[in-house]
């Protein structure tokens, strides 16, 4: 037996300026998790700060973060037995040039010039990720 958990994911601010939000909970929707929230975020500094603060001093922060507020985001609340793993994967790995075909990022993404940071999603990293990120969005 797996249990049910949850995870937050991120449609980032290019996800949903391409247009790619509905593609993205489509393959979500297909998995099969079950979207138990969704709400569109414009994130502030503070928030974001708190979300990414494993990546305060590294030299990607600052224009991460920048990246990040640049536009709307779009946080999901998703379940399903061993949801953190299973989104991962359906996300691919973290450079979109190089995630494998098959992975939202791998068929969706690219380099677009800002690196890797536009990844189109986001998803936690272990259960405690998951509540830590899921009281932030959607406290
Ligand atoms: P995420 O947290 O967004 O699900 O992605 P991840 O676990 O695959 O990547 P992580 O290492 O947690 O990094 C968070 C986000 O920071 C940006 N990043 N830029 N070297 C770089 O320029 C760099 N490294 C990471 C990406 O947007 C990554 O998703
Ligand atoms: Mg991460």
């Known amino acids: 037996m797996t249990a049910i958990e949850e995870t937050l994911v991120l449609i980032k601010p290019d ?11 489509r ?3 297909a998995k099969g998790y079950a979207l138990v929230d969704i709400r569109m975020v414009q994130a502030d500094r ?12 590294k030299p990607f922060y600052e224009p991460l973060v920048s990246f990040m507020e640049s536009g709307p985001v779009v946080a999901i609340r998703l379940a399903g037995n061993r949801v953190i793993e299973g989104f991962r994967s359906l996300a691919g790995t973290t ?8 992975t939202i990022r791998g068929d969706l993404g690219r380099d677009w010039g800002l690196a890797v940071q536009q990844n189109l999603v986001h998803g936690s990293d272990s259960p405690e990720s ?7 969005w959607f406290s």
């Open 130 to 136: 998951a509540a830590r990120e899921l009281a932030l």
């Open 27 to 29: 393959r979500i929707e």
């Open 95 to 102: 450079d979109p040039t190089t995630a494998a075909p098959g």
């Open 15 to 25: 996800g949903v300026a391409r247009g790619l939000t509905g593609e993205i909970l």
């Open 46 to 57: 503070e928030l974001l700060g708190k979300h990414y603060e494993e990546h305060v001093g």
